[in-house]
């Protein structure tokens, strides 16, 4: 059965996990993965089925694709591949306690890890971090100069604001890969949200003070309309995540 199939059809099943519609609380859904781990595609249709449908009622999902880079070697060069990514991936594994990173994973809201192609998991994790508060953030439209992108954010209003970090993401929306090698050779793999830049731009209790200003750069291309920036505020220690938005390059904020 096609991946976007069995989501829906779990989505109908988990309706009544699903908060109400009328409000839709931000969570963001990251997925490790990689082009030469085969167990990887259908988890990448997953995310995109994710991002595309939104199933959860209640649920704003934003989707950030990391992929880690101990999968090369293995016969396929991976182009997004980074160091960066499976660092991030083990500070999870010693949060979450699993035993070693693996692909493909998915981790919902910093507090929820399992295997990145389970829709059933992937939508009761989401229903569930759905009905958690979360701290509004506002991103202004990112600007371009060059090879960098330069935006803000802020929290509007009074909100309390917790000891944590601030990360963003600079994102290609879309990308395709012919696999010539490796575990997945001879297939098309499709991409959404695949990270290409990504730093911590600031403690979470400086929005107190006013807008955080931030800037991200990548080096393989200039940042155009098919790129987009995620943001997100993460308690100390790459704990839960309290707050998410996102932005294509050239719109205003979601």
């Known amino acids: 059965m096609p991946v976007a199939l069995r989501l829906a059809t ?10 109400s519609a009328q409000t839709r609380n931000p969570v963001l859904v990251e997925l490790f993965t990689s082009e030469g781990c085969s167990s ?19 649920a704003q999902i934003v989707v950030l694709e990391e992929h880690v880079d101990y999968w090369e070697g293995q016969g396929w060069h991976d ?36 295997v990145g192609n389970d829709p059933s998991k992937a939508l009761s994790s989401i229903a569930k971090a759905a009905q958690s508060p979360k701290i509004a953030l506002d991103l202004s439209p990112p600007t371009v100069d060059g090879k960098h992108i330069s935006s803000t954010v802020s929290a509007p209003g009074k909100q309390p604001l917790p000891h944590g970090d601030l990360y963003a993401a600079l994102v290609d929306l879309a990308d395709t890969t012919e696999v010539k090698g490796g575990e997945n050779r001879g297939k098309h793999l499709d991409h959404v949200s695949v990270a290409r830049s990504f730093q911590r731009i600031g403690k979470l209790q400086d929005l107190s003070k006013g807008p955080v200003s931030f800037r991200l750069s990548v080096s393989s291309a200039e940042p155009s ?29 979601n």
């Open 225 to 253: 309309s098919h790129m987009g920036v995620v943001v997100f505020a993460q308690l100390p220690d790459q704990g839960a995540v309290r707050g998410v938005t996102s932005s294509p390059i050239g719109s205003a904020a």
């Open 10 to 19: 779990v989505a109908i099943a988990l309706l009544p996990l699903a908060v």
């Open 40 to 58: 990887c595609p259908p988890a990448d249709k997953l995310l995109a089925a994710l991002q595309a449908q939104q199933p959860v009622s209640g």
């Open 79 to 114: 182009r997004f591949s980074s160091s960066l990514y499976t660092n991030r991936q083990r500070g999870y594994a010693l949060r979450l306690r699993f035993d070693d990173p693996y692909t493909p994973q998915m981790i919902v809201d910093g507090s929820t890890q399992f």
